[in-house]
């Protein structure tokens, strides 16, 4: 059994029983391995009984040798027995990240400065530096990146379906990519398009985020618009496409020259974006879908409403829709309207909301992403307002995400419409890695490059001393790309943002049990509620891995968390509760869908049936898990809103343990997060 657990010693037993006949006598019947020194313990004189070995911290190896008797000719039997268990690094993962735009002949390079805080865990610092040659290496990275992230619901897994869905379509018009990722790209279309139909509300065509009713119009929009752009390279049941499409236009109204929106009193009232942000998004979606013709009333009335609003992301959404109606002059006057809104670094800002009622550097992606879809339609007069948003898009990515999945979506469909409008020649050329001046890595790529093309890792020249060190990609000939540094590592709390507008409070109502007890997690999002939490004291090796003992909470996040377990000391079986609080701090503010992730000791197992009650009950919309870790999703919080669950576990492996850093952050602004301190349980053996 292959063990390596130097946060979390963990105890086990193993049981050998000799049944072979004639068996003269057992050699070595477990050999345990911990550190490098070898632990065997010692035969019995009776075989044949079953050998009960004690609970060891660290068990590496089990082996057993056999001599048979007489009738056997005394051949030597052996065997032995290897588990491999994944390890994770205390804390929860960080990262440092800065992207931009290589351009041969001028400004041809990318970095930043990158610093490592003192306690810094030996031994988890991973660096990534990528550059990406063609759109394909960028979808490729933000759908292996999308799908790291969680994944329960209709949002997330389209999110990270839609990324190979424009891989597929870029194969179409570029020959010479790899047909080993051509074929990898289109085997996932498949398990990505039967995971999403379960998202489908009874069989009627409309979509939820967690499949229960009422469907939701403009995110059975977003769905439209990618099983359209799917059945371009997949085969997407037509009836299922008909149903969706049938669908939204059921909720078409063309007296109010709208759309009829479901009230979601599931959500308790709150939770939808604005009516104008709505229409909007049904309506550039459908059109995007090539159904246009069926919305003249509504478009008309989106152009009456964009004389007005001068919000970025709503005028983007109107134009683009006038574009793709064939209404070039209206939609003109709006696009250059939209280019007071660019600044110089090439963003676009002043939206206030989005569709998914995202903030911070998502919605300033996803406006900016939008207007440049607007603008791509007319390359000749704003081609090169467009280049400067997309050179300040790529300076957003961050192991191949753009922020939230509707941010990196968006962000990529003007990346490669880019591509394709302003078609560049490829060129070969040389890209080399320099650290604080030195160069410590080339590699050379071909015109036809297709591939991210990614530098070894420069971890160990990373020193977690809060010195900062330079970190740049250079580029000899070649063409435009985008290019990519992050630095990973882990925290055992991230401080939670000032202005975090939710709070959370996770514990474990009993922090020590027996093998098979049922623990209790308790939810909370009540920071200041007190919690039966009793006093503990722990017994932990020193940190090995690389994550940073305390994150910081984000300044601006919307909201506050706590976690603590009701029994920090529990027997083998024992039920140990986690207390989980949540607090929406806006006292005057509704807050969109806000996730919470209760990170677990390793010894606890949450109880599924438990779970299940406090989505029935309406505690939560849906949870996941993945992991030592339990996601929470709620639709929305309202003002000053408090949510506190107690969440049952079962303390099953002895030893002590201590978990991930839980935190929590809405879910389309999820750079604003909030952490709570990891939990620690002692779980002694029956």
């Not at 007489?70 to 065997?79: E, S, V």
């Not at 970095?111 to 660096?127: M, N, W």
């Not at 597929?168 to 995971?195: I, V």
């Amino acid at each position: 059994m292959d063990v390596d657990a130097p946060g979390d010693p963990p105890a086990t037993s193993t049981t050998l029983k000799q049944t072979l006949e004639g068996a003269e006598s057992v050699r070595e019947i477990v050999r345990f391995v911990a550190g490098g020194a070898a632990l065997t313990a010692a035969s019995k004189a009776n075989p044949d009984e079953p050998t009960p070995l004690a609970r060891g911290s660290v068990t590496v190896n089990a082996a057993a040798s056999v001599r048979g008797g007489p009738k056997r000719g005394g051949q030597l039997h052996k065997d032995s027995v290897k588990r491999t268990f994944a390890v994770s690094p205390k804390g929860f993962p960080q990262e440092q990240s800065v992207g931009g735009m290589l351009k041969p002949g001028g400004e041809n390079r990318v970095g930043g400065e990158f610093a490592l805080p003192e306690d810094t865990q030996p031994g988890s610092v991973v660096t990534s530096v990528t550059v990406f040659p063609s759109p394909v290496a960028s979808l490729t990275s933000a759908a292996q990146a999308l799908v790291r992230e969680p994944y329960g619901c209709f949002e997330q897994t389209s999110a990270a379906v839609f990324p190979n869905v424009m891989a597929q379509q870029y194969f179409k018009t570029h020959p010479g990519a790899s047909p080993k990722l051509m074929e990898k790209s289109y085997m996932l279309l498949g398990s990505g398009l039967e995971r999403l139909r379960g998202f489908e509300v009874e069989g009627s065509g409309g979509y939820d985020w967690f499949g229960k009713a009422p469907a939701h119009e403009a995110l059975t929009a977003y769905g439209l618009q990618l099983f359209t752009d799917m059945a371009q390279v997949y085969p997407v049941p037509k009836d299922m496409i008909r149903r969706t499409r049938d669908w939204l236009l059921s909720r078409k109204n063309d007296t109010t020259r709208a759309f009829n929106m479901h009230t979601y009193t599931v959500w308790g009232g709150v939770g939808a974006a604005p009516a104008d942000v709505n229409n909007a998004y049904i309506v550039w979606s459908l059109t995007c879908a090539n159904m246009g013709d069926s919305l003249e009333p509504q478009i008309a009335s989106l152009v009456e409403q964009a004389a007005t609003n001068k919000d970025p992301y709503f005028v983007a959404m109107v134009a683009d829709t006038l574009y793709k109606v064939g209404r070039k002059d209206e939609a003109g006057q709006l696009a250059r309207g939209l280019q007071k809104h660019q600044k110089a670094d090439g963003s676009v800002r002043g939206a206030t909301t989005s569709i998914t009622r995202s903030g911070g550097d998502s919605l300033l992606v996803e406006t900016t992403a939008l207007v440049a879809l607007c603008w791509l339609n007319d390359v000749e007069t704003f081609g090169a307002a467009a280049r400067r948003a997309i050179d300040w898009i790529a300076t957003r990515c961050a192991g191949g995400r753009f922020g939230s999945t509707q941010a990196t979506v968006l962000a990529l469909k003007a990346i490669v419409r880019y591509d394709v409008a302003v078609t560049s020649a490829r060129a070969p050329g040389t890209v080399h890695l320099v650290v604080d001046g030195e160069r410590v890595e080339s590699i050379a790529y071909g015109a036809g490059a297709v591939g991210a093309i990614a530098f070894g890792d420069v971890a160990p020249r990373m020193k977690a001393d809060g010195r900062a060190r330079n970190v740049e990609v250079e580029m000899e000939g070649g063409a435009l790309m985008p290019c990519a540094i992050q630095l990973r590592y882990h925290s055992e709390r991230p401080p939670s943002a000032a202005a975090d507008a939710v709070a959370l409070r996770v514990a474990l109502a009993q922090p020590a049990a027996r093998d098979g007890d049922l623990v209790e997690v308790l939810v909370t999002e009540k920071p200041d509620e007190a919690l039966p939490i009793r006093p503990m004291t722990f017994r932990f090796p020193p940190q090995v891995r690389y994550h940073s003992e305390r994150p910081p909470s984000a300044p601006a996040a919307a909201v506050a968390l706590r976690v603590a377990l009701a029994q920090p000391a529990a027997r083998e079986g024992d039920l140990v509760e986690v207390l989980v609080t949540l607090n929406n701090t806006k006292p005057d503010e509704e807050l969109p869908m806000t996730v919470a992730i209760v990170g677990l000791p390793g010894g606890l197992e949450p109880r599924h049936d438990q779970l299940k009650e406090l989505v029935t009950r309406g505690d939560v919309a849906f949870y996941e898990i993945r992991g030592r870790e339990v996601i929470f999703y709620w639709r929305a919080l309202a003002a000053n809103q408090t949510v506190a669950l107690r969440v049952e576990t079962t303390a099953a492996v002895p030893g002590e343990y201590i978990g991930p850093a839980s935190r929590a952050y809405l879910y389309y602004t999820d750079e604003l997060k909030t952490w709570a301190e990891p939990l620690k349980c002692s779980i002694a053996p029956k």
